[in-house]
């Protein structure tokens, strides 16, 4: 069987792009061909670097439009040729025009969908008094978190949480909800019928 391929997008500390190392990329899952950063500083890159994954860090330049910068990182996946496009802590909305081009492309995100889009999800949880948060791993579509949902993991709120405590128990639930739709990806074991997402049983 063709090796699956997996590119990497990753802005930040990249515990998610560790979990898919550990249990995808040296388990011989699916390959993670290149993991690509927009940030310098990106502990994702040195986590890549030291799994010996070619990693490329491309910063915007200075008053480039996502559209303009995300052409680039294009031509940069090209090469790779990935069958999926992870976001893993991308801080960036994709184009359309890269979306249109691109295979599909999954996000992980740390609330239960489709409540509280955008940037400090948990934060935004807790001031809105929720019991029960969780993550969840959808399609880009190229809204903002607005894509098609693939898998979701609950867990409770704390009376004593703070939005670090949340966001550290709802990162262990991320790691395994990604690792799950990654497997069943590169097992051909997803089907999309428009918003409806599933992952089918092995057997
Ligand atoms: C995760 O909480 C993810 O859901 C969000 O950004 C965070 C990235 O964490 N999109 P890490 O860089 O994978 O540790």
């Not at 001031?127 to 993991?153: F, N």
């Amino acid at each position: 069987m063709a090796e699956y391929r997996l590119a990497v997008l990753a802005s930040g500390n990249g515990s998610n792009l560790q979990a898919l190392i550990d249990k995808v990329h040296l388990t011989g899952l699916a390959r993670i061909s290149i993991v690509i950063s927009d940030r310098s500083k990106a502990p994702a890159l040195a986590r890549a670097e030291h799994a010996s994954i070619p990693c490329r860090l491309l910063t915007p330049l200075p008053a480039e439009g996502g559209k303009s910068y995300h052409r680039r990182v294009a031509s940069v996946l090209a090469t790779a040729a990935p069958d999926l496009i992870v976001l893993a802590g991308y801080l960036r909305l994709l184009p359309a025009e890269f979306l249109a081009l691109a295979p599909p492309v999954i996000n992980v995100h740390p609330s239960l969908l489709p409540a509280f889009t955008g940037l400090d999800a948990p934060a935004q949880a807790l001031a809105a008094g929720v019991k029960i948060s969780g993550c969840t791993v959808h399609l880009v579509d190229g809204g903002m978190d607005t894509g098609p949902i693939i898998c979701q993991r609950a867990l409770p709120v704390l009376a004593a949480d703070t939005p670090d405590s949340l966001h550290a128990r709802i990162k262990k639930l991320e790691h395994q909800a990604l690792i799950e739709v990654v497997s069943a990806f590169a097992r051909g074991r997803v089907a999309i019928s428009g918003r409806k997402v599933e992952i089918q049983e092995e057997g």
